[in-house]
């Protein structure tokens, strides 16, 4: 039998998907944007490509378009969230680097004064 496809396994797919809850802010015909369960920030939005990659490359490698589009996609939630062009976007890639659900997200941060270098 083969593997179970990231349809049935990974969170985001299945947030996508609608069977698990989440506060959706904008939507694209690439991308879906909803609010971090465990904000770090007063915005705290996680941008994800409907398709499922595991990572930024990969997505950068397979489906450029999709990987513009989440930048998109951020910017327009800043703008409506009212943070005046000051935010960040975050990829964490890896285990090591803090990337704990493996198909790719944005992070969009702001709202406060956000430190540099993060931790
Ligand atoms: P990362 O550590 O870069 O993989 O980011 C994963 C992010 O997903 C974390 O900031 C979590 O708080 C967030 N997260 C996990 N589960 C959910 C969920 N069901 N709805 C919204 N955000 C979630
Ligand atoms: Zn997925």
Do not use: K
Request: aromatic residues 6%; proline residues 8%.
């Amino acid at each position: 039998m083969s593997d179970p496809s990231p349809s049935e396994t990974c969170l985001f797919c299945r947030l996508v998907a609608g069977d698990v809850p989440a506060e959706v802010v904008h939507t694209s015909d690439g991308s879906v944007a909803f609010r971090d369960i465990n904000p770090q920030a007063p915005t705290h939005v996680l941008v994800v490509p409907r398709e499922h990659h595991a990572n930024a490359v990969e997505l950068a490698t397979q489906a450029p378009e999709a990987l513009a589009d989440l930048v998109r996609v951020a910017d327009a939630v800043a703008e409506a969230e009212g943070l005046a062009g000051d935010y960040r976007l975050v990829f964490n890639t890896g285990a090591g680097a803090g990337q704990t659900v493996f198909h790719t997200h944005l992070h969009l941060l702001g709202g406060r004064p956000l430190t540099w270098p993060p931790g």
